[in-house]
């Protein structure tokens, strides 16, 4: 099963898109015409994971012809052309993403989020596990998941807080929230999320958060707490 999790890193190329045959295209076109004939299979089989600074001088001291200081901004320029029109997602790719997006124990928010009262916010996107943790049902249309709007927050001045932190530093990290389910009950969660300030005609913060829910381990801190404070009132050690 999924565990918690702060950080999900993919690999670029030849994983989220196919730069790997384009580039190794461009750099055996190169090769060859400084006198080092190979085919994009081959630049594939031998060249894959050196630097281009290595290639050249491996170039030059098999060909023994000295090589223009321009020739790798010229082959960058070349292979960024390619990129712009050839570049595209790997196959599978969407159908994996859309399916880690479904089954993640993390709630993921993709929204804009309001900064004038009155103003709703807009949903973008929202995982199932975070309809779970914030008490909607599987079958709520997504535009009708608003998790962080003011009616949501047990301390509402927690959200123009929370709003401040990432229009001004454009983040957040392990933010606790007391927060209030769409059936009522309160839940703990903790919010890690990036966020910019659009200085639009309805000041907005546009926001992309996972939200992890911490109930369990709150109430674990409270227990402990109590127990403690209970101990040093009966003196106990």
């Known amino acids: 099963g999924w565990s918690a999790m702060s950080l999900l890193i993919f690999d670029c190329d030849g994983v989220l898109v196919n730069s790997e045959p384009i580039a190794n295209e461009i750099l055996a076109e190169m090769l060859t015409a400084l006198g080092r004939p190979m085919t994009a299979q081959e630049s594939m089989r031998t060249q894959i994971g050196k630097s281009l600074a290595d290639i050249l001088d491996e170039t030059r001291a098999l060909t023994g012809r000295a090589i223009a200081d321009d020739v790798g901004a010229a082959m960058n320029e070349t292979l960024f052309a390619r990129f712009r029109t050839d570049l595209r997602a790997m196959d599978g790719l969407v159908e994996a993403l859309a399916r880690l997006f479904e089954t993640v124990h993390e709630g993921v928010y993709i929204g804009s989020l309001s900064r004038r009262e009155g103003d709703r916010d807009e949903t973008f996107a929202a995982n199932p596990h975070l309809r779970l943790i914030f008490g909607y049902p599987p079958e709520t249309p997504e535009r009708d998941v608003r998790p962080f709007e003011t009616e949501r927050f047990v301390d509402p001045q927690a959200r123009r807080q929370m709003l401040d932190q990432l229009s001004r530093e454009g983040a957040i990290t392990n933010h606790l929230l ?32 996972l939200v992890r829910d911490v109930s369990d381990r709150k109430r674990l801190e409270h227990q402990t707490r109590d127990l403690y404070n209970f101990r040093n009132r009966h003196g106990f050690t």
């Open 178 to 209: 007391r927060m209030r389910r769409a059936d009522g009950r309160q839940v703990w969660v903790e919010v890690n999320a990036s966020g910019e300030a659009q200085n639009s005609r309805v000041p907005r913060v546009e926001v992309q958060a």
